[in-house]
Nanobody
Framework: VQLQASGGGLVQAGDSLRLSCAAS????????IDWFRQAPGKEREFVAA????????DYTDSVEGRFTISRDNAKNTVYLQMNSLKPEDTAVYYC?????????????????WGQGTLVTVSS
């Protein structure tokens, strides 16, 4: 199972970014895909998730209405569209393969992690 996150960068508050998570065929067809993030000095936290069918989606409250998670089955890719970015969104963002789709999103149940991509939002 392979996951590769990309799309991070340095933006100003209010700007948008789209992160991509390219997954291997097995990861894409067998796992739900989550996005987590980790800010300096803080624990890794859940951001968004999409089920392997694409029919179920969940977000953490702080990004609801600003971020949109989606998947492109033809490209084995999950996207995280991030709009109205805030300085507090600054973090390394990770995509992850999650065998479950249920609230109680914790890093400990993740089976596979992609490498992170850094998002920096300046004020």
């Amino acid at each position: 199972v392979q996951l590769q996150a990309s799309g991070g960068g340095l933006v100003q508050a209010g700007d948008s970014l789209r992160l991509s998570c390219a997954a291997s065929e097995r990861a894409f067809r067998s796992y739900n895909i989550d996005w987590f993030r980790q800010a300096p000095g803080k624990e890794r936290e859940f951001v968004a998730a999409i089920s392997w069918t694409g029919r179920s989606i969940d977000y953490t409250d702080s990004v609801e209405g600003r971020f949109t998670i989606s998947r492109d089955n033809a490209k084995n890719t999950v996207y995280l569209q991030m709009n109205s970015l805030k300085p507090e969104d600054t973090a390394v963002y990770y995509c992850a393969a999650d065998p479950r789709f249920s609230r109680g999103w914790v890093p400990t149940r993740i089976e596979y992690w992609g490498q992170g991509t850094l998002v920096t939002v300046s004020s």
